[in-house]
């Protein structure tokens, strides 16, 4: 009876937001009504679950017609709190603005911009760096500028975008930061967000990455970032490496600009990149094909590159170490939460490793499980992070993002746990709250090993796969490896179905 209610509820909220927008209600007190329209369906069980965890919103009905700005926000909330039903109903969209400073731009020379979806009343921010490999000379950026224009131009960016995962502003998708200020900031600067090079007759691109952020947060604190209390800078890829370089130039601009009461946080996703010793040595001729290490040298002087200075200092003669994560982290000041697949597939195209949907050679497999040590190992001390077993690449704006748990807690509840102990370590300086785990990493050694990780599907033919038939598909040999682990097959075989 109580769940019937509140959709009815809504039904009258939705309704009401329409007649006041429409002009019908005017200046008058309203009196409530039942919305005449069908009862929806009931929502699942599993949205009732998380909808304990959503906001609550109570309405004042005094005084409507001195404060219909006001009365129309608390319809606003109502509606939003008991999403999914308003899902239709509300505008998600974040909407395209351009720097108003027009001298720092995108590679070309056009306009560098973000997308912003404003949460009235929101005092959190969530800045996003999005990803897009770079290009380190004039021969792969003119191809790079043929190939994906959209990462280096603005000329073609849409009006409004829709978030996803981390973006997303539906509480079902986004438990905890789908009621925060969301920022979208496009990549359009091929320089790993480090650039601070413009255009000029010399310089066929900008490089200009670090330049952008930077005037973006200038931009925002006449939206309404003035008055956060948490700046979240997160990002995925060369955005997850974008924030360990720039987390603390960020915290740094707003103390300069008197904005210190902003708890400046960084999230990296998929950016912990590893300087690794290359399965295959190829010459450096490519985005794809060069070792991480030399694309770096060359990029960082063809970039004109900026690291973080406590991390220049550390590297001096030797900057392009800031930007591997283990490197560069313990230098990093403001609190950063990692996240990181441990067989991460662009980690692997940079080694040459090429998963074309033929079985792995044994070599290939025994680097691969390498790569999962040498990773779980240049983690281990890192205090907040959320390392699963699988093969993939990006995670924090993927839809399944609540979906992949690490020893029975997803990501989303990781980083509510981080919020909590970054909240009570700055009162009282208490350690993190008992049974909310922020350090989480698998401890199983061969990829998909984590049956929560997400689909594989097969190359060639489109299926999906399960566990062991990814692991043959790789070349795994259970007879080799049982006898390896001094077990019976067919109890790995059992253990590898469960996902032990």
């Not at 960020?250 to 708890?263: A, M, R």
């Amino acid at each position: 009876l109580r769940r019937v209610r509140v959709l009815d509820v809504f039904h009258w909220a939705v309704m009401l937001l329409g007649l006041i927008q429409s002009g019908a209600l005017g200046a008058r007190k309203f009196r409530g009504g039942r919305n005449p329209q069908p009862r929806r369906a009931l929502p699942s069980a599993h949205y009732r679950d998380r909808a304990e965890t959503t906001e609550s919103f109570s309405l004042d009905f005094t005084a409507v017609e001195e404060n219909m700005d006001n009365f129309m926000t608390q319809v606003k909330n109502l509606a939003q709190s008991l999403y999914p039903c308003s899902a239709q109903k509300l505008d998600y969209d974040m909407k395209l603005h351009f720097l108003e400073n027009t001298s720092v731009t995108c590679n070309d020379g056009t306009p560098a911009g973000y997308y912003l979806k404003e949460s009235k009343g929101s005092r959190r921010w969530l800045i996003f760096l999005e990803g897009g490999w770079y290009c380190f000379n004039k021969e792969n950026c003119n191809s790079r500028y043929e190939t994906m224009r959209r990462l280096m131009s603005s000329s073609n960016w849409p009006q409004t975008k829709t978030g996803t995962g981390i973006l997303s502003s539906l509480p079902e998708e986004n438990p905890h930061w789908w009621n925060a200020n969301m920022v979208f900031i496009p990549y359009c600067s091929s320089d790993v967000w480090s650039g601070a090079t413009p255009k000029t007759d010399q310089n066929d691109y900008a490089f200009m990455g670090s330049l952008i952020i930077k005037e973006v947060v200038k931009d925002l604190l006449t939206k309404g970032l003035d008055n956060a209390k948490i700046l979240l800078l997160a990002g995925s890829s060369a955005g997850g490496t974008g924030v360990l370089l720039n987390v603390d130039s960020v915290s740094e601009l707003l103390e300069e600009l008197g904005h210190t009461n902003i708890q400046v946080r960084g999230l990296s996703d998929s950016g912990w990149f590893l300087d690794n010793k290359q399965y295959r040595c190829t010459d450096c001729v490519d985005t794809i094909n060069c070792a991480p290490t030399e694309v770096i040298k060359r990029g960082i002087k063809y970039w004109g590159g900026v690291v973080p200075e406590r991390c220049r200092q550390a590297y001096e003669g030797k900057e392009w170490n800031c930007f591997f994560g283990y490197k560069v982290y313990p230098t990093i000041k403001r609190p950063v939460f990692i996240v990181q697949w441990l067989f991460d597939e662009a980690q692997l195209t940079v080694d040459n490793i090429h998963l074309t949907g033929q079985p792995v050679q044994e070599g290939q497999w025994r680097y691969i499980q390498n790569l999962g040590t040498e990773l779980r190992n240049t983690l281990k001390d890192v205090p907040a992070m959320f390392a699963p077993a699988c093969l993939s690449h990006e995670f924090i704006t993927r839809n399944y993002w609540t979906d992949v748990q690490v020893k029975g807690t997803s990501l989303p509840r990781a980083l509510h746990c981080w919020d909590r102990s970054l909240q009570e370590n700055s009162r009282n300086n208490k350690s993190p709250p008992k049974g909310c785990p922020v350090h989480l990493i698998d401890s199983c050694p061969w990829p998909h090993c984590n049956p929560t990780c997400p689909t594989i599907r097969d190359q060639s033919t489109g299926q999906e796969m399960n566990v062991i038939q990814f692991l043959m598909h790789m070349g795994f040999d259970v007879q080799k490896m049982a006898h390896q682990q001094g077990m019976d097959p067919s109890k790995l075989l059992g253990m590898l179905s469960s996902g032990s």
